[in-house]
Nanobody, 124 residues
Framework: QVQLEESGGGLVQAGGSLRLSCAASGRTFSRYPMGWFRQAPGNEREFVAAISWNGGTIYYADSVKGRFTISRDAAKNTVYLQMSSLKPEDTAVYYC?????????????????WGQGTQVTVSS
């Protein structure tokens, strides 16, 4: 059974930074792509970033490109999301996910395993 646990969320002022972590267990973490998604109240879950199994392919949503950085540490079974220049519209619950397929993508329906989420609140 795959388990994903996010951490690092919190309250930050606009322009600030946060680093989210997602610790994986129960699976050969290093073989599969990982993604970050977010969901704000009243909105659908949306794609944020994804990274391939070896880190060689990375995708970002246009809304976070240039501000967020996804990375992974195979030795620690952990994927990170470094968020900088945060805006109030980045406020959401952030989820990490992994999929059974080999390709990283931005389709939430392709990701089978999800964490519980961590709240990020950006004040203006």
């Amino acid at each position: 059974q795959v388990q994903l646990e996010e951490s690092g969320g919190g309250l930050v002022q606009a322009g600030g930074s946060l680093r989210l972590s997602c610790a994986a267990s129960g699976r050969t973490f290093s073989r599969y792509p990982m993604g970050w998604f977010r969901q704000a109240p009243g909105n659908e879950r949306e794609f944020v970033a994804a990274i391939s199994w070896n880190g060689g392919t990375i995708y970002y949503a246009d809304s976070v490109k240039g501000r967020f950085t996804i990375s992974r540490d195979a030795a620690k079974n952990t994927v990170y999301l470094q968020m900088s220049s945060l805006k109030p519209e980045d406020t959401a619950v952030y989820y990490c996910a992994t999929r059974t397929g080999a390709v990283a993508n931005n389709r939430s329906e392709d990701y089978a395993y999800w964490g519980q989420g961590t709240q990020v609140t950006v004040s203006s």
